[in-house]
Nanobody
Framework: QVHLVESGGGLVQAGGSLRLSCVASGITFSIYSMGWYRQAPGKQRELVAS???????NYADSVKGRFTISRDNAKNTVYLQMNSLKPEDTAVYYC??????????WGQGTQVTVSS
């Protein structure tokens, strides 16, 4: 059974930092592309950042230069370092693991709230 467990969310003031973690189990982590998505109230879920099995990365324009995604295959963990946080970064952040279309898994989400 596949589990993705996020942690590290919370309340932070604008300009602050948080680091999200997502620990995966039940998958061969190293072959999966991992991603962080977010969903704010009343908005669609959007990609924040992704990291391929080759460790190549992709970022939404809104977080480039502020967020960094990384992975540790030995720990089956993907991280999202978030710096210079803004109130508009407030959302539920979800971890995603994807290998092929039928191998696509989500975590339960972790709330990030940035106060102004």
């Amino acid at each position: 059974q596949v589990h993705l467990v996020e942690s590290g969310g919370g309340l932070v003031q604008a300009g602050g930092s948080l680091r999200l973690s997502c620990v995966a189990s039940g998958i061969t982590f190293s072959i999966y592309s991992m991603g962080w998505y977010r969903q704010a109230p009343g908005k669609q879920r959007e990609l924040v950042a992704s990291i391929a099995m080759t460790s190549s990365t992709n970022y939404a324009d809104s977080v480039k230069g502020r967020f960094t995604i990384s992975r540790d295959n030995a720990k089956n963990t993907v991280y999202l370092q978030m710096n210079s946080l803004k109130p508009e970064d407030t959302a539920v952040y979800y971890c995603n693991a994807r290998w092929r279309p039928s191998f696509d898994y989500w975590g339960q989400g972790t709330q990030v709230t940035v106060s102004s």
